[in-house]
């Protein structure tokens, strides 16, 4: 069985840093990755995607703040967020997929953005 496994989410001051990381229990070489957040009451959205030959592409919302990558060797996904505001705040999620028919989720990492 799959697992993605997210990390390194936590509570930041508006302006701050973190950098979220998803493991995975699989190769991740020949998948396309994505991040995802959800706020309370809002629907899942797309953050920032990497496709297997590693271009990337970003929701409007963190172009210029977020950077996604990829450690093919370690079957890692980061999201490295920068000049987070409170409108960051979310479960954000990790995908790998191949396909729609082929795609897999991990858990969700709490982030909150808070004085």
């Known amino acids: 069985q799959v697992q993605l496994v997210e990390s390194g989410g936590g509570l930041v001051q508006p302006g701050g840093s973190l950098r979220l990381s998803c493991t995975a229990s699989i190769s991740i070489f020949s998948f396309n990755a994505a991040w995802y957040r959800q706020a309370p009451g809002q629907k899942r959205e797309f953050v920032a995607g990497i496709t297997l030959r590693g271009t990337t592409n970003y929701a409007d919302s963190v172009k210029g703040r977020f950077t996604i990558s990829r450690d093919n060797g370690n079957s890692q996904v980061y999201l490295q967020m920068n000049r987070m505001t409170p409108e960051d705040t979310a479960v954000y999620y990790c995908?790998?997929?191949?396909?729609?028919?082929?795609?897999?989720w991990g858990q969700g990492t709490q982030v909150t953005v808070s004085a």
């Open positions: 995908k790998l997929y191949q396909s729609p028919l082929r795609d897999y």
